[in-house]
């Protein structure tokens, strides 16, 4: 079965050559040319994946995902912002896209990062429930129900942020690289941007620390990030 994309972007010669190519690829491909249009097209959970850009007219693209992530819709999202556009990528990482690709890009870039995306989302879905909470003193992570609470207290996380944790905690103590950790938790089958894990981790120790001021995870320079409960 073709794979089912969205394409949000109002610049139509750069819509209709993303289309055009992305359908050459085998995908299936929608495509909406403003913020308004677009929302009403990413509620449709046929779509396997939305493609957005930030700068929309009617809605942005930053808006356009926050209230699709408020409306409960868990399609993956992956943002295009100009390059230089930090702000606007670290606020749609934190509303919960998956990815970001910077304009311009090439053809091959933006076909991995669709592949990367859907696949962790495949490799999501056939994985069978996991067994008993992860616990760490306050800490809970209910990996089966995709929650986590600290001292009690629900802690809201983006998905990624989720992910991150889990896949951290599941091993206490072990350091990770920035590459490791963008294979394993983003998917990547190439570089990717080290900032995106600094950015959620960075995220992660904020959260965690207001339970009782302990930083959950150690830098080790150089290398990356190690979970480090209490002891």
């Known amino acids: 079965m073709r794979r089912r994309l969205l394409l949000i972007e109002d610049d139509a010669t ?10 050459r690829e085998g995908y299936e491909v929608s495509t909406a040319a403003d913020g308004v249009a677009g929302l009403e097209a990413g509620r449709n ?16 693209g930053v808006e356009l995902l926050r209230v699709l992530r408020r409306d409960g819709v868990t399609t993956p999202v992956i943002i295009l912002s100009a390059k230089g556009d930090e702000i606007d990528r670290v ?17 091959p870039e933006l076909l991995a990062r669709i592949e990367a995306v859907l696949r962790r989302r ?5 994985a069978p429930a996991e ?15 995709r929650e986590a609470t600290l001292a009690g207290t629900p802690l809201h996380l983006t998905t990624k ?18 590459e490791q950790l963008l294979t394993n938790v983003w998917g990547y089958d190439f570089g990717g941007d080290d900032r995106t894990v600094d950015v959620h981790v960075s995220w992660l120790r904020g959260k965690l620390r207001k339970g009782n001021g302990h930083n959950w995870f150690r830098t080790v320079r150089g290398v990356g990030y190690a979970f480090a409960p209490p002891r």
Do not use: C, W
């Open 14 to 23: 750069l819509r209709q050559a993303l289309a055009f190519n992305l359908t």
């Open 45 to 60: 959970p046929r779509v396997d994946l939305i493609i957005l850009d930030v700068m929309l007219p009617g809605m942005s």
């Open 91 to 107: 606020v749609g990482l934190k509303l919960g896209a998956d990815d970001y690709v910077a304009k311009p890009f090439s053809r």
């Open 122 to 126: 495949r490799r999501e879905a056939a």
């Open 131 to 145: 067994g008993a909470p992860l616990s760490f003193g306050s800490l809970t992570i209910d990996v089966a129900r």
């Open 161 to 178: 942020e989720f992910d991150l944790l889990t896949h951290m905690a599941a091993s206490p103590g072990r350091i990770f690289t920035r």
